[in-house]
C-alpha cells in the first residue's frame, strides 16, 4: 500500500498505476500536482522554517514553492538573501490604507501586514485537470489588534499537457473582510508576483559584457528596463537553470481590472508583478469582489516567442 494523502485516502499501487497522469497530493504541509510523475508545483498550507539569521517576520504561508520545469528545475525562489519576503509565486498588496492607517501586506519585516494560508475549500482532478482551492487572509495588525482585512480564494488549475511544457491557472478572488473598504493609492508596485531562482540574479560581481542570467521580454517587445510600468498580455523570464534552458511565462486574463495591467520588473532581481495601482489609486469595497486571472507557461527550452503568443491567444479566447 501505497500512502500519498491523496483525497484524504491511499490508494494501492496497481490502481495507481491506471490513475490519471495528474496527480493531487496533500500533506499536513503542502499541496501538491504532478504530471506523468513530474512535480509541477507545491503550495505552501504552513509557514516554511525561517533561514537561520533572519527575522521571524519573514515567515509566510498561502504562496507556491517549488514551482517546476518539466525538466524539474526549480524555476521559483524563496526566501532570497537580497529580498527575503518575496516567496516564489505569491501576491500581496503593498501601500494600503486601512481604517486611516496604512498596512503593507509585502514587507514583511515592517510587520503591519501578511498574508495567511486559512483553509483548503475544495479539489478536483480528472484526466484534463487537477485544481484545488484555498483560502487566505490579508491580516493587519499584531497581537491583539490583528485584523482580518480582506479574504481571498486562489483557485489553482493545472493542465494536462505533452509533457513539453507546463500550464496552470490562478484566480484569485479578493473580498473586504469586515465594513470598511482597503484603500491602493498610487504606488510603483505591488499585486501577482513571481520570484525566481537565485542563478538568475545578476550581481555587482557581474562583468558589463556578461551575458544576463536572465532575459525578460514583454508582449510588446520590450527588456526589463523598457518594460518596467509597461501594460503587456505577457511578461516571460528566460535562462538557464542548472545548465538547461528554462522558459517562464506569465499572463494577465484581458478581463482583468485595468487590463493589460502595468507590471513592475526589477533592473536586476528576478522578478516582477502584475501591478495595478502603477496608473491610480482605486479601492476594494465591501460587497465588492476583486477578481484576477493569470495564466502560467513554463517550458524547459530557450523563450520561442511565437509558441507565447499562441499559448496567449488560446488563453485571451478563453470564457470568463
Request: charged share 25%.
Amino acid at each position: 500500500m501505497t500512502c500519498h494523502f491523496r483525497f484524504l485516502f491511499c490508494l494501492p499501487v496497481a490502481a495507481m498505476a491506471a490513475a490519471s497522469p495528474l496527480e493531487l497530493i496533500e500533506t499536513a504541509e503542502i499541496l501538491r500536482i504532478t504530471l506523468d510523475q513530474k512535480p509541477v508545483l507545491e503550495y505552501r498550507k504552513t509557514e516554511k522554517a525561517v533561514p537561520p539569521g533572519l527575522n521571524q517576520a519573514y515567515r509566510r504561508s498561502g504562496y507556491f514553492h517549488p514551482v517546476f520545469s518539466p525538466a524539474g528545475q526549480e524555476v521559483s525562489g524563496d526566501f532570497p538573501a537580497d529580498h527575503p519576503h518575496q516567496h516564489g509565486l505569491f501576491m500581496a498588496w503593498t501601500d494600503t490604507r486601512y481604517e486611516g492607517k496604512t498596512v503593507d501586506f509585502w514587507n514583511l519585516a515592517k510587520e503591519q501586514g501578511r498574508v495567511e494560508f486559512r483553509e483548503v475549500l475544495n479539489r478536483e482532478s480528472d484526466d484534463k485537470k487537477a485544481s484545488f482551492s484555498v483560502r487566505h487572509a490579508y491580516v493587519a495588525g499584531q497581537g491583539e489588534d490583528r485584523q482580518d482585512v480582506l479574504d481571498e480564494t486562489w483557485t489553482v488549475t493545472v493542465h494536462r499537457t505533452g509533457g513539453d511544457h507546463f500550464l496552470f491557472d490562478l484566480t484569485s478572488e479578493q473580498r473586504c473582510g469586515g465594513p470598511k473598504p482597503l484603500i491602493l493609492p498610487q504606488y510603483k508596485y505591488g499585486g501577482m508576483a513571481f520570484r525566481g531562482p537565485d542563478q538568475w540574479l545578476e550581481t555587482a560581481n557581474s562583468k558589463p559584457d556578461q551575458k544576463a542570467p536572465v532575459r525578460f521580454l514583454t508582449s510588446q517587445g520590450k527588456d526589463r528596463r523598457q518594460g518596467n510600468h509597461s501594460r503587456p498580455n505577457w511578461v516571460a523570464m528566460s535562462g538557464k537553470i542548472d545548465d538547461q534552458d528554462t522558459t517562464l511565462v506569465v499572463m494577465g486574463h484581458p478581463k482583468n481590472f485595468r487590463a493589460p495591467q502595468p507590471v513592475r520588473i526589477h533592473p536586476d532581481k528576478p522578478y516582477f508583478c502584475f501591478a495595478p495601482m502603477v496608473v491610480g489609486d482605486f479601492t476594494i469595497k465591501p460587497g465588492q469582489r476583486y477578481l484576477s486571472r493569470y495564466r502560467y507557461l513554463i517550458t524547459s527550452a530557450k523563450l520561442d516567442r511565437e509558441f507565447i503568443d499562441k499559448a496567449w491567444q488560446t488563453y485571451a479566447a478563453e470564457e470568463s
